[in-house]
């Protein structure tokens, strides 16, 4: 069955800081999305890649799909409080409606 | 606004209780899931419905149940079979497609007493 790796599983940065969130998956991707969570909430969407080499922007926050579609990236630019949470990436529907998660990263920005 | 409305936000459950964690979401979404989460784990599927009436159980369906009578809501009962129950559960929705993101409500945390 697919899976879902991500890393690092924690970060901390200093607020200005640029960072990088990884997203590995043990088989082709053909839906990957980006997910914010704040402690004890739901997932906010952040945003979905679809064809290999997509690359994405949603104000200081760009995620990229590699050509071979098994990896993503999240990548913060100028980290601020405001970016810290937990970052999961997920992926699906495959085969009858079923998504999968990595299991997340946590993110603290230091002000 | 669209949304998925979960409540309670949260819950505490007596031995041998049963209890009913409710997911009504107002987006004309098909499908609908429920997800647990805990500490270091990522989300794990107890069910999921793709169309009223039917459902489908998911990775950890034992000790829980649900049920799909409207395509607005599905609500999750967590029984007292369930040994372990506590932990944070997520609902979620998207549209009947290929690919598509799902839509997630704000969560129950179910705690024993």
């Known amino acids: 069955s697919q899976e879902l790796e991500q890393s690092p599983q924690s970060l901390i940065v200093q607020e200005g800081k640029n960072l990088t969130i990884n997203c590995t998956s043990s088989k082709t991707l053909y839906g990957l999305y980006w997910y914010k969570q704040k402690y004890g909430e739901g997932l906010i969407f952040l945003m979905m890649l679809q064809k290999g080499g997509e690359e994405k922007s949603h104000e200081k926050i760009t995620a990229k799909l590699d050509e071979k579609k098994q990896q993503s990236s999240l990548h913060i630019t100028a980290s601020q409080p405001s970016h810290a949470g937990i970052y999961l990436c997920?992926?699906?529907?495959?085969?009858?409606?079923?998504?999968?998660f990595g299991t997340g990263t946590r993110l603290k920005v230091l002000a | 606004d669209g949304g998925i409305t979960q409540s309670p936000k949260y819950l505490f459950r007596k031995e041998g209780q049963n209890v009913t964690l409710s997911c009504e979401q107002n987006?004309?979404?098909?499908?609908m899931y429920w997800y647990r989460q805990d500490p270091g784990q990522g989300l794990r599927l107890i069910y999921y419905s793709q169309i009223v009436n039917d459902f489908q159980k998911g990775d950890i369906a034992e000790g829980y149940s649900v049920s799909r009578e409207k395509k607005e809501s599905f609500p999750l009962t967590v029984t007292s079979a369930q040994k372990n129950p506590t932990a944070f559960y997520l609902c979620?929705?998207?549209?009947?497609?290929?690919?598509?993101?799902?839509?997630f409500g704000d969560g129950t945390r179910l705690s024993i007493l």
């Open positions: 987006l004309n979404h098909d499908a």
């Open positions: 979620a929705s998207c549209l009947e497609s290929t690919v598509k993101p799902q839509h």
């Open positions: 997920g992926a699906g529907p495959s085969g009858t409606y079923k998504y999968i």
